[in-house]
C-alpha cells in the first residue's frame, strides 16, 4: 500500500476495502488484473463498521493517467459513491455520482494503479447528477484528496487496489464512451 502514498493519499489507511471482481477474484493490495477482468462493477466489503450509522463514501480513481511516469490526467475517476450506509458496505445502497467504468490503460503505457478508497461521511452528500458510464466528461483530472477536503470527509478509513495494463477488452471498453 505504501504506493499510493503521496499520489493519492498522505498516508496508508488503517483498513482494508475487500474488493472482489465475480465469484471470487479478489483484489490484493497492488495484484495483477485484468481489464477483462475488471469489466463489471465488483462485490465491495468492510469489517469495522458494525452497529454504526455512519454513511460511508467509496472512490475508485487510476493515478497514472496516461502512463506513471507522465501521470498529467492524475486521477481518472472510476466510481463515486456517496451515502452508502455504514452499516452495511454495499454501493447500490449509495447515490453514484459516478457510474463503475472498469479498468481501461492505453496501450503500451504499463501498469496502472487502481484505487479503492472509502471514507466516513459526517453528513450527507448532496450532490448530482451521475456521471454516467459512458463519457469521460467529469472524470480526468479528478483529485480524491479535494474531494474529501469539499465534503468534510477526512482522510480515508480504508482503501485497496490492483493493478492493470491494456488488454483486448480496452478497445472494447472505449467504444462505449461518447465524450
Not at 17 to 35: K, M
Not at 61 to 69: G, H, I, L, N, Y
Request: net charge negative; glycine share 8%; charged share 20%.
Amino acid at each position: 500500500m505504501d504506493d499510493i502514498v503521496p499520489d493519492v493519499v498522505d498516508a496508508v489507511p488503517a483498513g482494508t476495502v475487500q474488493v472482489t471482481y465475480g465469484d471470487d477474484l479478489q483484489v490484493r493490495q497492488g495484484n495483477e488484473l485484468t481489464p477483462t477482468q475488471v469489466k463489471d462493477v465488483p462485490n465491495v466489503s468492510w469489517s469495522g463498521l458494525e452497529g454504526r450509522s455512519n454513511l460511508i463514501t467509496l472512490l475508485m480513481v487510476d493515478p497514472d493517467a496516461p502512463t506513471r511516469q507522465d501521470p498529467k490526467f492524475r486521477e481518472i475517476l472510476h466510481w463515486a459513491v456517496v451515502n452508502i450506509p455504514g452499516s452495511n458496505i454495499d454501493p447500490s445502497g449509495g447515490h453514484p455520482l459516478a457510474a463503475y467504468v472498469g479498468s481501461g490503460p492505453p496501450q503500451g503505457t504499463g501498469l496502472h494503479r487502481y484505487i479503492f478508497l472509502l471514507y466516513r461521511q459526517e453528513n450527507k452528500i448532496e450532490e448530482t447528477p451521475t456521471i454516467s458510464n459512458t463519457t469521460r466528461a467529469g472524470r480526468l483530472n479528478f483529485n480524491a484528496r479535494d474531494f474529501a477536503a469539499k465534503h468534510g470527509l477526512g482522510a480515508p478509513i480504508a482503501a485497496n487496489y490492483y493493478q492493470a495494463q491494456f488488454d483486448d477488452y480496452v478497445l472494447e471498453r472505449n467504444k462505449t464512451f461518447t465524450g
